[in-house]
């Protein structure tokens, strides 16, 4: 059983920056891709990052390129997103998940196996 808890989120003015942290547990969970996505009012969940095992192979949406980075840490099985230079339209619910492939993290499909409860970003202009 993987669990996953995301942390981090709240309130920031544009041109600000916020972490977020995902803490997984799971017996097999350093084995799984890891990935963010988001999800605004009114509109569909979109994919953020990804990020491999291995940390070897890193995705990102057009939209944050430049202002995210994902990173893992397997040693305290977490995953976070350090956010700069935010943007109103960055406001959104974040989700953590995980899923032993990659494909199931760097797009927004029904075969990705493990989500997080989500934390709010909110970014005011």
């Known amino acids: 059983q993987v669990h996953l808890v995301e942390s981090g989120g709240g309130t920031v003015q544009a041109g ?12 097999v ?3 799984y891709a890891k ?3 988001r999800q ?10 990804a990020i491999s095992v291995s940390s070897n ?10 202002r995210f980075t994902i ?11 350090q956010m700069s230079s935010l943007k ?3 406001s959104a619910v974040y989700y953590c998940a995980a899923d032993p492939m990659m ?14 409860q989500g934390t709010q970003v909110i970014v005011s202009s």
Do not use: M
């Open 16 to 27: 600000g920056s916020l972490r977020l942290s995902c803490a997984a547990s799971g017996r």
């Open 35 to 37: 990935g963010w996505f």
């Open 103 to 116: 494909d199931h993290v760097r797009q927004v499909t029904t075969e990705t196996r493990h989500w997080g």
């Open 57 to 66: 192979s890193i995705y990102y949406a057009d939209s944050v390129k430049g």
């Open 40 to 49: 605004a009012p009114g509109k569909e969940r979109e994919f953020v990052a």
């Open 71 to 81: 990173s893992r840490d397997n040693t305290k099985n977490t995953v976070s997103l």
């Open 29 to 31: 969970v350093n084995a």
């Open 88 to 90: 109103p339209e960055d």
